[in-house]
């Protein structure tokens, strides 16, 4: 684990709580007619939403680490091929793995729902709904807030996840 990432990470997902902007389902939500946002500064001035991952995509902690952000506000991680002059990149749940030094598994189920079969059904408006359950998380998907994924990153950086 990288912990002076983590420690970053846990910087970034505290500023999406301070501004009420997280949205686990989509790398970023926009509002119709806005373009995808690059930067952090520009995401938060236009009010959107992101989930970890496109947070992190975003931070200047990350983009002043290799980092960038794809047309659909995915993480890029540009990796030097050991023993080389080239690079490689990583994208997604793969990038938040390299940049935080965690196993892709760990990873992806910070940044997706995970592989748990399961799905709940929630009433919105009087309109029923399946939703992907994150065993990670112990909830929805669509239900995990930045308080949720902080509550991982401290267990993260106490060693309590492998």
């Known amino acids: 684990m990288n912990e002076a ?3 970053k990470a846990i910087a ?3 500023r999406a709580k301070k501004r009420g902007s997280v949205d686990m389902t ?3 939500r926009l509002k119709p ?3 995808l946002s690059t930067t952090e500064a520009e995401f938060h001035a236009c009010g959107n939403a992101a989930c970890f991952a496109g947070h992190i ?3 200047p902690e990350f983009q002043d680490d290799k980092g960038t952000i794809d047309a659909c506000g995915m993480p890029i991680l540009c990796m030097p091929y050991p023993h080389t002059c080239g690079f490689y990149s990583v994208y997604g749940e793969e990038a938040v793995s390299e940049w935080l030094d965690i196993t892709r598994e760990l990873s ?3 940044v997706y729902s995970d592989e748990d079969p399961r799905t709940i059904e929630v009433s919105e408006g009087g309109i029923s709904k399946q ?3 994150s065993s990670f998380y112990g909830k929805g998907w669509v239900d995990v807030t930045a308080d949720d994924v902080l509550e991982k990153l401290y267990a ?3 060693g309590e996840l492998a």
């Open 108 to 110: 992806r189920k910070f």
């Open 12 to 14: 970034i997902m505290l």
């Open 5 to 7: 990432n983590v420690d």
């Open 156 to 158: 993260l950086k106490r």
């Open 26 to 28: 989509q790398w970023q």
């Open 57 to 59: 995509a975003l931070s």
């Open 33 to 35: 007619s806005q373009n």
């Open 131 to 133: 939703i992907s359950y």
